[in-house]
């Protein structure tokens, strides 16, 4: 048998806190950790991932012209015959670009 408790059970649960922060490839990108613990924790972490994906976005937009492929890189696109990501042999000549 299990000892009495005083403990209540409650119907749900409910977050008291987050902590969110971006990395990627990019170290340039990279936040700092944004802790939060306090009232309207969803409203909360909601309110900061779109602020976030505002960010993403912006960077994301921007138009750089792409740089010029080096020797090696001319010399392995031009022998590749097969997509990188399955492995899947190209269908037409076309599909490389």
Same mark, same amino acid.
Request: charged share 20%.
């Given at each position: 048998?299990?000892?009495?408790?005083?403990?209540?059970?409650?119907?749900?649960?409910? %977050?008291?806190?987050?902590?969110?922060?971006?990395?990627?490839?990019?170290?340039?990108?990279?936040?700092? %950790?944004?802790?939060?613990?306090?009232?309207?924790?969803?409203?909360?972490?909601?309110?900061?991932?779109?602020?976030?994906?505002?960010?993403?976005?912006?960077?994301?937009?921007?138009?750089?012209?792409?740089?010029?492929?080096?020797?090696?890189?001319?010399?392995?696109?031009?022998?590749? &015959? &097969?997509?990188?990501?399955?492995?899947?042999?190209?269908?037409?000549? &076309?599909?490389?670009?």
């Amino acid at each position: 048998m299990l000892p009495q408790t005083r403990s209540r059970r409650r119907d749900g649960t409910s %977050p008291s806190g987050f902590c969110i922060y971006c990395v990627n490839q990019y170290q340039l990108y990279h936040t700092e %950790p944004f802790i939060y613990s306090g009232k309207d924790v969803m409203a909360r972490f909601f309110e900061h991932v779109f602020q976030e994906a505002n960010v993403i976005n912006e960077i994301l937009s921007r138009n750089i012209p792409m740089e010029l492929l080096s020797a090696s890189e001319q010399r392995e696109f031009q022998q590749t &015959t &097969t997509y990188c990501t399955c492995g899947l042999a190209f269908s037409l000549p &076309t599909d490389k670009m």
